[in-house]
């Protein structure tokens, strides 16, 4: 089975929510929906779902076209980070509530709550009442009820945003078995880059009811094609400074460094670009002979205990330097940084990708 | 600002606890000192809300007392705590301005006219809402409301404490570096007594000078990002914070060497002479220390599985039959199944029944 949105856009009365959607999704597959709170990550799960209908497109499962179909004609199931159980029912029967409404025979059924309940770490809370457990073990009974009922589109709202990251942990070990034992279309709606990457699978990455960019995970994340994109698919924030090439040369804002238009800038057109660099390729020990080598200003540190966050204020700009182990820095202190060109990004005056080490060039 | 003892603390939610099973806090003695930044860090479940309320004042403990700056304000309500509370959900009165919203924990103490003024002025400037103050709260977006419930808190002088309850799970990640910016500035201006509890360990461990890991209603550590990191002093810490957690493996001491499950060695860093009889022995070590090794040296692995986490990669290994993650570079090639891993010296632990043992760099004598 496929899902596919063809040209969808949504609109409430003069509010565009979403703009011309396209995306297909195979089954077996997770697909993450990266990007910022309103950027339309629950209007387009509403409209996968059928909960809402598009103002324009279609939406197919397998070619057919379902735009019309409700919900509850659709194999469906849906999470949200707000999520509900019902109180009065252990977490067994809570699991097992859509298997009994689908009448599914006695054995069948306890194998399937069985199954479920261990993969969501459950097992041993089965007889107790959702008000007898935390809030994770809350969120995780919701989960295994949609999990359950073998529907083939599950979509997961932000499910995780109230939970411990060590569960994340362990569903990116777990999904990928569940996605082959199931074959659904598991569609995970996220605001957090790190999560896409522990989720892995494929990534589209949404802004202002756009999809900016779809595609393998990490692939989106190596190599976005805007940078709208790669704001959004860095955490800490991406950081940027504006270029000026002119001739062999290019330039920073307030002349702070200058790079030969050498390898992969070669090809540049003369013109304004900017240039991003993810906060782990700011380097506080000199990663190579090519490297640039930079001043800033401390302005804080943040110790992690494995990594620190070296936040650096240079040329205008608050950068953020991501290096592993402890570095102690004195705040308004001088610091020295690397830049290493075969890290850039260069994004030209609309923001689309005109250079990056390996990309080939349309002629 | 005050430095708040809990003394003896436990609690219990059912009527009549039989056992430490009933127990959603267990007994536990601690000191939060004055202008501390402290982080309480757990999986759900594991008790930071409870000993968070108790602290407030929503709370009070089935057992022991709490004092701040030495008076006993255990049955104290928390209006009489002086505490300033900041949650997940962002508390403000959305038909007020954010001015009437800075001004009204003021108001309600009857503080005067001018002098509300005053502070509403200087919190709007330290949290940069000055241009924001004759806004209504509604239509703010999340991240302006929490800091306008952040400056509800900062407002009132005469506070002990800011309690803060997940103050950044609603708000996006890059918001979130500039709101956590901001608290840690006010912190080092202020010198507030501020704890924080998050389930989210980055934010814990940036935030915080020192952690208080919990686990099933136990303070299992306390200490700094680094501490936690480098000697985790329980094999859950080990596993909690890091991503992926320690590797943690069943050892047999003999020595100076760990003999691992299939009769691989691993050299240890210490003696460990007076270890405790009948003890569950486990060796720990965490992702980061592992490498696979190009040469013949190290221990005989089958690489499983290899996950492209963007900034890194994750090995997934077996060592006759045991799971263990390896850390890798973002641009590591990493070829074929069979490898061979290596651990880095001086970060190999020892734990007994779960507990660090403390090792002892010298040979005791007759030992």
């Known amino acids: 089975m496929t899902l596919e949105l063809k040209h969808v856009t949504k609109k409430v009365q003069s509010e565009t929510h979403i703009q011309d959607v396209s995306l297909a999704f195979a089954r077996g597959t997770l697909n993450v929906l990266l990007g910022p709170t309103l950027s339309g990550k629950t209007s387009l799960m509403r409209l996968m779902a059928g909960l809402d209908a598009p103002t324009e497109g279609k939406v197919c499962f397998d070619g057919k076209d379902v735009t019309g179909v409700p919900v509850r004609k659709r194999s469906v199931a ?31 059924l306890d194998r399937r709550v069985r199954e479920t309940a261990a993969l969501m770490k459950l097992t041993p809370l089965l007889e107790r009442k959702p008000l007898e457990l935390s809030g994770g073990q809350q969120q995780r009974t919701a989960l295994a009820r949609a999990m359950v009922k073998g529907a083939d589109l599950v ?39 790190v999560e896409a990457l522990l989720l892995g699978g494929s990534t589209a990455t949404l802004a202002q009811g756009r999809v900016t960019q779809f595609g393998p995970t ?17 955490d800490p924030p991406l950081n940027t400074i504006s270029v000026d090439k002119a001739g062999g040369e290019l330039r920073s804002a307030g002349d702070l460094f200058r790079l030969p238009a050498a390898s992969f800038l070669a090809g540049l057109r003369d013109g304004a670009y900017r240039i991003g660099i993810r906060p782990d390729h700011l380097f506080l020990l000199r990663p190579g002979p090519d490297a640039l080598a930079q001043t800033g200003i401390v302005a804080m540190t943040e110790i992690t205990g494995s990594e620190s966050f ?54 | ?70 008076t006993d304000v255990t049955e104290l309500p928390t209006a009489a705590r002086n505490i300033a509370q900041v949650f997940q959900f962002p508390v403000i009165y959305d038909t007020m301005s954010v001015a ?111 952690v208080v890991v919990m686990y099933d209603g136990e303070v299992v550590q306390m200490g700094t990002p680094e501490d936690l990191f480098v000697r985790p002093a329980h094999t859950f ?37 007076n270890l405790p009889q009948a003890a569950r022995m486990e060796i720990g070590v965490r992702p980061e220390f592992v490498h696979l090794s190009a040469s013949g040296a190290g221990l005989p692995v089958t690489v499983k599985r290899v996950d492209d986490i963007g900034r890194m990669k994750v ?19 990493i070829d074929g199944d069979k490898s061979r891993i290596v651990f880095e010296p001086g970060h190999v632990h020892l734990y007994a029944d779960g507990h660090l043992v403390d090792p002892q760099m010298h040979e005791q004598a007759g030992g």
């Open chain 1, 218 to 234: 990490v692939e989106v994340y190596r190599r976005p094609n805007s940078l709208e994109t790669a704001r959004i698919f860095s």
């Open chain 2, 100 to 210: 009437n919203n800075l001004a009204f924990p003021l108001r309600n103490r009857g503080v005067a006219k001018d002098e509300v003024d005053k502070r509403v002025r200087e919190v709007a400037r330290m949290l940069n809402l000055t241009a924001l103050l004759d806004r209504k709260a509604r239509g703010l977006t999340a991240d302006l409301k929490q800091k306008v419930s952040l400056g509800r808190g900062l407002v009132r002088a005469d506070v002990n404490a800011i309690l803060f309850d997940e103050p950044l799970t609603v708000i996006d990640p890059q918001l979130k570096w500039q709101l956590r910016a901001q608290i840690k500035a006010l912190h080092r201006e202020f010198d507030l007594t501020m704890v924080y509890v998050t389930h989210d360990q980055t934010e814990a461990l940036s935030f915080a000078d020192k």
């Open chain 2, 1 to 70: 600002m005050a430095r708040i003892v809990l003394d003896n603390i436990a609690h219990a939610y059912g009527p009549a606890p039989t056992g430490p099973q009933d127990y959603a806090l267990k007994r536990l003695d601690h000191v939060w000192e004055d202008g501390g930044a402290y982080a309480l860090l757990g999986p759900s479940g594991c008790g930071k809300t409870t000993l968070l309320n108790i602290i407030s004042g929503l709370i009070i403990p089935s057992h022991g007392r709490v004092h701040f700056d030495g």
């Open chain 1, 78 to 108: 849906m999470v949200y980070q707000q999520f509900i159980n019902y109180p009065n029912l252990s977490v067994y029967e809570n699991i097992a509530s859509p298997l009994r409404v689908a009448h599914v025979a006695k054995a069948e």
């Open chain 2, 315 to 333: 090995a997934r290994v077996d060592l006759d039959g045991r799971g263990l993650n390896v850390l890798a570079a973002e641009n590591a090639v």
């Open chain 1, 310 to 363: 070296v936040h650096i204020e240079f040329g205008g700009e608050r950068w953020v330097a991501l290096a592993h182990g402890v570095h102690r820095l004195g705040i308004g202190q001088p610091v020295e940084f690397y830049l290493d060109p075969s890290r850039f990004f260069i994004f030209d005056a609309a923001g689309a990708l005109a250079a990056a080490p390996g990309l080939k060039r349309a002629a």
């Open chain 1, 155 to 193: 979509l997961l709202d932000e499910p995780l945003a109230n939970l411990d990251y060590k569960l994340r942990e362990e569903l990116r070990e777990e999904l990928p078995r569940i996605f082959s034992a199931t074959g659904a279309i598991f569609v995970y709606a996220t605001t957090e880059p």
């Open chain 2, 237 to 273: 810490v080990g596993y909690f914070i890091g991503s992926p957690g320690m590797n943690v493996l069943p050892a047999e001491v003999q020595g100076r060497r760990a003999v691992l499950p299939g009769g691989h060695e691993v050299a240890l860093d210490a003696f460990y002479p």
